[in-house]
């Protein structure tokens, strides 16, 4: 067992096994991926109505009309779900080892991180501790807001810019300065 200088456990990464055990089919997806995703899926130049196609070749759940800017990158895509006309920001992140659904008219702006996954941080070897996410019809997800494990997200809900979602948002509702408040619908 790795002690530190005073005697007392410690981590010990040596000891972290990834329980993830991806099919065959699964890592050639993955192998594609990454290739597709650094020379052209995230790249300035190549046209947002390519980018929901090459996510469908991928394995990814995409509805018709979702806009995906420039610098969006993608984890694991056949763990991705995403409903009709959502539109997802330049330099967005989905980490994504658990699934994640997206529903429609979704507004993820720039720069927001949704991460299914995490690690157990009581675990000495850091084991996995993924969960996933799930958010609702016509939310906003405002710039550098980062969405963590497990969270669900209501219909219409709002997360101001820079907000970190550690639990669910119910319908109707707006993180703001780390508090949530009951919002009206849209008009």
């Known amino acids: 067992m790795a002690r530190n ?15 993830i055990d991806y099919l065959v089919s699964q890592r050639f997806q993955i192998f594609l991926w990454v290739l597709i995703q650094h020379f052209f899926f995230s790249k300035f130049f190549l046209p947002r109505k390519f980018r ?29 779900e995403v409903g ?9 992140w989905i980490l994504n080892h658990a699934k994640v659904r997206i529903g429609s008219n979704v507004c993820i702006s720039q720069r927001v991180v949704i991460c299914s996954s995490s690690h157990e941080y009581e675990s000495k070897s850091l084991d996995y501790a993924h969960a996933p996410i799930q958010i609702h019809n016509g939310a906003w997800i405002c710039l550098d807001a980062k969405v963590l494990p497990g969270v669900t ?4 809900s709002v ?26 619908p849209p008009r």
């Open 5 to 19: 200088d005073k005697g007392k456990p410690t981590r010990d990464l040596n000891l972290f096994r990834s329980d």
């Open 84 to 92: 009709d006309h959502t539109w997802i920001g330049e330099n967005s």
């Open 159 to 184: 997360v101001s810019a820079g907000e970190i979602v550690r639990r669910a948002l119910p319908d109707y509702s707006m993180l703001v300065g780390g508090q949530i408040r009951a919002i009206e």
């Open 52 to 80: 929901p196609f090459l996510l469908r070749l991928a394995g990814a759940k995409i509805g018709e009309g979702v806009i995906i800017k420039s610098g969006v990158k993608i984890h694991l895509p056949f763990n991705l």
């Open 153 to 156: 997200i209501g219909e219409c």
